[in-house]
């Protein structure tokens, strides 16, 4: 593959169209292009306001049925990551438009007040983020993760976090304060420590050593840390569960966990393309790996079987997490929440 044909810095190479649009665009006579049809162009911020800021998922796969998500799409670009597809509901692609689309909510604090202020309200876990990671670029400069969690500290709230950036260290502060009434969980999601790899997976997110940095950092202050090998990618780096384990271990984790890649909906043709461009020597045995774990499909909409896949290479897979958890990581489990904290006493009138 000519190097000229990667977009560098970017996951998806392709924008493929809106499944729920009439009209597509299609390149015809490519020989009289002077230049690429897509650029890489820069990222865009849009502002989202929203009602309700808490999500509740009616899943059984999710052991966290109340989420929020400061942002929709992300930057980090990961080629698996599977709330691309909704992205389009937005009228935009899951593919370039996801990492340079980006859709931020700036009520996201005042949302949540007002949602915690309501009579009937009762506390119980959020996740933060259910679906892109909250942690992302543009949380540097929007800076809303930090303020919900200044509210979840205000309102002694739980909460828990699933991040691969280590912006997260800026708010190790609020972290620990709301560790002293057991109120936090984090998950640091882990991929690979293999870089190159990590170059074209997730081409905008911290390598490996940095977030192993993150869990040592956090498992310092006696905060429950979870280590997510996420997803597991047979063919590319299946072969890193033990190492990955061993390292997170090393590094002071309490728990660890996994899910097998599945390519729902535009996914699915977003990586074969992508894969085909990074790995064409062994793209198709990746895509074949794949399909073994989900009955010969890549994609997979079965609750209980969707994220742990199911046939001899998804049990191969278990049998090597399992065995890599037992042998490496010595104290399991986190440290489980404290509902009893939560209290309403109208902060919206200090903090707005």
């Not at 169209?17 to 911020?45: A, C, H, V």
């Not at 950092?217 to 597991?232: D, F, L, Q, Y």
């Not at 065995?323 to 990581?329: C, Q």
Request: charged fraction near 25%.
């Amino acid at each position: 593959m000519m190097e000229s044909e990667f977009f560098k810095g970017r996951g998806a190479q392709q924008n493929p169209d809106n499944r729920f649009f009439k009209n597509k665009y299609e390149t015809s006579f490519i020989e009289g292009l002077d230049e690429p049809f897509i650029e890489n162009s820069s990222t865009e911020f849009i502002k989202e306001f929203s009602k309700k800021i808490i999500s509740e998922s009616k899943s059984p796969d999710i052991p966290l049925m109340y989420s929020i998500n400061p942002y929709q799409g992300c930057e980090h670009g990961c080629i698996y990551c599977y709330a691309r597809n909704a992205h389009e509901f937005w009228g935009f692609s899951a593919g370039l438009d996801f990492e340079r689309k980006i859709m931020y909510k700036p009520d996201a604090a005042k949302t949540l007040i007002q949602q915690f202020e309501h009579k009937n309200y009762e506390p119980h876990p959020i996740l933060l983020s259910g679906n892109t990671d909250c942690y992302q670029p543009a949380e540097r400069k929007f800076k809303i993760t930090r303020s919900l969690l200044e509210i979840f500290l205000k309102y002694k709230h739980p909460v828990s976090i699933i991040t691969k950036n280590n912006l997260i260290l800026r708010d190790l502060d609020i972290l620990e304060e709301l560790n002293k009434l057991d109120l936090i969980h984090v998950n640091i999601s882990l991929t690979t420590l293999n870089e190159d790899l990590r170059l074209k997976l997730e081409p905008r997110t911290v390598t490996g050593k940095g977030r192993l940095k993150v869990i040592e950092a956090v498992a310092k202050r006696n905060i429950p840390v979870r280590v997510m090998v996420a997803p597991i990618i047979p063919g590319l780096n299946s072969d890193e569960i033990p190492k990955i384990i061993k390292a997170s271990a090393d590094a002071g984790v309490n728990d660890a966990s996994f899910t097998i890649v599945r390519l729902n909906g535009a996914i699915s043709g977003i990586f074969k393309d992508w894969i085909g461009k990074a790995y064409p020597d062994k793209a198709e045995k990746v895509i074949h790996l794949i399909e073994a774990c989900h009955q010969g499909k890549l994609n997979d909409s079965r609750f209980g079987k969707r994220i742990s896949g199911d046939g001899k290479e998804a049990e191969a897979i278990h049998q090597l997490f399992k065995l890599s958890v037992n042998k490496y990581i010595k104290t399991k489990g986190m440290r489980p929440y404290k509902l009893n904290h939560f209290t309403k006493s109208n902060h919206q009138f200090s903090l707005f």
